[in-house]
């Protein structure tokens, strides 16, 4: 069932093959290994461990989203359930995350067809945009390869889609399930030898296992080839509408009264609408010279709207009730007594106070006319909406080839582009009323029209991204071969406030440099191959984090963005040996790596909500571990066995800010602490058993350790438990075409958490279950679920 391929070797043998017998086949091997930022099989690729997955592991039966099939297969991956939709978890490998949501450090870069996927305003990753059953191959290359850019600190995933050259046929698959799962996918492709088409349809909808979590897809894809004696091209178009409800982490106290499958507040729903194009061209210069040529066009809009509780309270100003932000009651009494003795005070548009007592939408923000026909203290809860609108393009190149020179072999990559993007994103909070009467209420909210226009964003930001890259695979013998390449990358983010102007606006130029070097060895004797390797990548700090950046303005991601001291440039450099055993019936692979990170970019909590905060940089962290990896066939058994240990840390001192930690704010955190929401062991063993060739079963048993809860960087608190998941599967393929499969995940109903953070739930729950004292949020890990499927194809 699942029949991942770790190949970190594999391109370096077919080097030293080539320097013995070079000709056709030898470099088809070579078309077979490679990856580079174009998506082209390639010599460009650094040496390092390379996960690979093909269609078969792709194929709807085994989840329904990418992030789940990466999280399900690939070994030093896992998830942190923040919302509990399958579309939308923090997929994190070797420390670093890829995620949907903005308030997260984003460390692993994502290419489609040789263009960069993730958003230009976070570089956050929208995990439902593409069906995966459109994809040919998905590549995780490890480590902080510079030849991939932006965000490639922990390392990038590389996918290639399907076209009418590689599936030849017309398929349709239904798929069907516990809590509501209904889909159905198309998929055609062919050819004529020189055109080929490929499209995908696909539909999928479901209730959720949570309470009020119902989610649906709609996705197409398709790509239109050619190909010619000298010169293959590509265009490939996909469009998507989509509607997401996630409603996130629930207070640990309020699972015994309502369950595991409760909500807090809602809804949290986010809609993504992605329309986008890309024409590659890939000409064979000579034979040994090829050049390969991609540009795209990319729009997606993200509409989020979710529910909250209140940052504000009733208080009365002296002449009329208001809302202010909640603040201690001395200073809101001491500035009544001010008011009060105050006669110009009533008179006056416009009122300043101390910023620690804001008192919200008095006078030139909203009269308290406008909320005069409601009791103050009736509006609990904010609506947050949001918008951003990110559009993007670009162009890029890469020239390759083959020198000889004395006894060498250089096999050299020469790569450049531009990306621009343009992105508008706007956002507002409308007081509201919290349905929380009884324990029967849905915890929803209803907007009263009356909107905090302090909270009011509205940004227009313009990137420009220009990058030059080289990479010299040299072959020194027939055991002997190393690499040399490096990046250069410029980016200019130009930001525009539609609000304000002057000191306090979000206005700013902001303009980063950086060139990344690496370095690397192999060796290769036999069915032996070793390889060590440095490599250096950098990320640029991001818009939204640029705008997010005031620890005196903390703000509501989101939703709300503040004025911008500077945050500096991410810079990892990774260390790394690895090496791989092949033997007649499997083989062994083992990699040690070490990645320090200088000005980590993090997300400081400064709310009662695990959203509110403002982003900082973090002088040192490191992630260093090891993988241990064993595919082992005995007859018609395949059994495949992955170990890995990571010690994600940081390195340097700081203060967390953290106002919802059990022992109060302002925790120290000290170097050798470990990361939150980062298990330290993972371990899988799968077996695939072929009773026959049309009937195949499936069993494969997941464990993952302990880990902090965000929010306790300094590791004061407990830690959510380690668990282990077993998923049972089974496949019946009919000689007509038709196939059937039934997979049963959580096979024994374990309750886990993969998530857990710090909130504020007495405010919510208070009055209804008083005894919920605790600051804990979890994100429950889902329950045993049974997925049916059948597919034709013909």
């Not at 009011?456 to 040399?484: A, E, G, K, P, Y």
């Amino acid at each position: 069932m699942k029949r991942r391929s770790v190949s970190f070797s594999m391109l370096i043998m077919s080097f030293s093959t080539m320097a013995q017998h070079p000709g056709p086949e030898i470099i088809e091997k070579l078309v077979i290994t490679g990856v580079s930022p174009l998506g082209v099989q390639s010599v460009g690729s650094i040496y390092s461990v390379n996960q690979v997955l093909d269609s078969s592991d792709l194929a709807p039966q085994y989840g329904p989203s990418l992030a789940r099939l990466l999280d399900s297969q690939l070994f030093s991956v896992s998830i942190n359930d923040v919302t509990n939709n399958p579309f939308q978890p923090d997929v994190q490998y070797r420390g670093f995350t890829a995620s949907p949501l903005l308030g997260l450090p984003q460390g692993l870069s994502v290419y489609l067809n040789g263009t960069r996927f993730n958003e230009p305003f976070g570089d956050t990753v929208n995990w439902d945009l593409l069906p995966t059953s459109a994809l040919e191959q998905v590549s995780l290359v490890a480590g902080a390869n510079p030849l991939f850019g932006q965000n490639t600190l922990g390392g990038a995933l590389v996918l290639r889609s399907k076209n009418g050259f590689n599936f030849e046929q017309n398929k349709i698959s239904l798929q069907a399930g516990d809590f509501g799962q209904q889909g159905i996918n198309f998929e055609s492709g062919g050819n004529n030898e020189e055109w080929a088409y490929y499209v995908n349809v696909n539909s999928y909808q479901e209730d959720g296992w949570r309470d009020y979590s119902d989610s649906e897809i709609k996705q197409l894809f398709s790509t239109i080839s050619y190909q010619g004696d000298n010169h293959f091209s590509e265009l490939t178009l996909a469009a998507s509408d989509n509607r997401l409800i996630g409603n996130g982490a629930i207070p640990v106290e309020l699972i015994p009264f309502e369950g595991r499958d409760a909500i807090f507040t809602r809804p949290d729903q986010t809609e993504t609408a992605l329309r986008f194009i890309s024409l590659k061209n890939q000409w064979t210069l000579s034979e040994d010279t090829n050049l390969v040529v991609n540009a795209y066009y990319r729009k997606n809009e993200i509409v989020t709207y979710n529910g909250d509780d209140s940052d504000y309270e009733e208080c009365d100003i002296g002449f009329g009730e208001t809302l202010c932000v909640e603040d201690e009651d001395a200073e809101i009494a001491e500035l009544d007594d001010d008011l009060e003795g105050d006669d110009e005070a009533e008179e006056d548009d416009e009122f300043e106070a101390d910023d620690a007592v804001h008192f919200v939408d008095y006078a030139a923000l909203t009269p308290l006319e406008d909320i005069s026909s409601f009791d103050a203290d009736d509006i609990d809860g904010t609506a947050n909406t949001s918008l951003t609108k990110n559009q993007s393009s670009g162009i890029s190149a890469e020239l390759s080839g083959k020198v000889e020179a004395a006894s060498l072999v250089h096999h050299w990559t020469a790569g450049l582009g531009i990306d621009v993007a343009s992105i508008d994103f706007s956002s507002d909070t409308e007081f509201a009323i919290l349905n929380n009467d009884s324990a029967e209420d849905s915890r929803d909210v209803m907007g009263i029209g009356v909107y905090d226009l302090d909270s009011m964003v509205r940004l227009t930001t313009d990137v420009r991204h220009l990058h030059l890259f080289f990479s010299d695979n040299i072959v020194l013998n027939q055991q002997w071969s190393l690499q040399l390449s490096g990046r250069y990358n410029r980016s200019d983010i130009d930001m525009v406030d539609g609000v304000e102007t002057g000191p306090g606006s979000l206005n700013g130029e902001h303009q980063f440099n950086h060139f990344n070097p690496s370095f690397a060895v192999h060796y290769q004797t036999g069915d032996l191959s070793v390889y060590s390797s440095y490599s250096q990548s950098s990320r640029t700090p991001s818009p939204a984090e640029l705008s997010c950046a005031d620890e005196d303005d903390p703000c509501k991601l989101p939703n709300g963005f503040v004025a911008d001291p500077p945050l500096e440039q991410v810079v990892t450099n990774t260390i790394e040996l690895g090496a791989q055993w092949q033997y007649q019936n499997g083989q062994l692979s083992a990699a040690i790596y070490s990645s320090d990170s200088k000005d980590d970019i993090i997300f400081q909590q400064a709310g009662d909500r695990p959203s509110v905060g403002y982003f900082v940089n973090v002088d040192k962290t490191r992630r260093q571990g090891i993988e241990l990896g064993l595919a082992h066939s005995i007859d018609k058994l395949d059994i495949d066995a992955q170990f890995s240990y990571l010690q994600a840390t940081f390195e340097s001192s700081f203060m967390s800010f953290s106002p919802q930690n059990p022992l109060g704010p302002n925790r120290q955190v000290n170097p050798r602490d470990k990361i939150p929401g980062q298990p330290t062991t993972q371990a899988s063993i799968s077996f695939d058993y072929a009773v026959s060739e049309a009937f195949a079963l499936n069993a494969d048993i997941n464990y993952s350790s302990s880990q902090y809860f965000r929010g306790d960087e300094a590791n004061e608190n407990r830690q959510l438990s380690g668990y282990t998941i077993v998923n049972l599967a089974a496949s019946y393929g009919f000689e007509n075409g038709i196939n059937l499969a039934i997979r049963l995940e959580n096979a024994f109903d374990e309750e886990f958490e993969t998530f857990g953070t710090y909130g504020e739930a007495d405010e919510v729950l208070g009055d209804l279950y008083p005894d919920i004292e605790s600051p804990e949020f979890i994100g429950p890990g889902q329950p045993r679920t049974l997925r049916l499927y059948a597919s034709y194809a013909f």
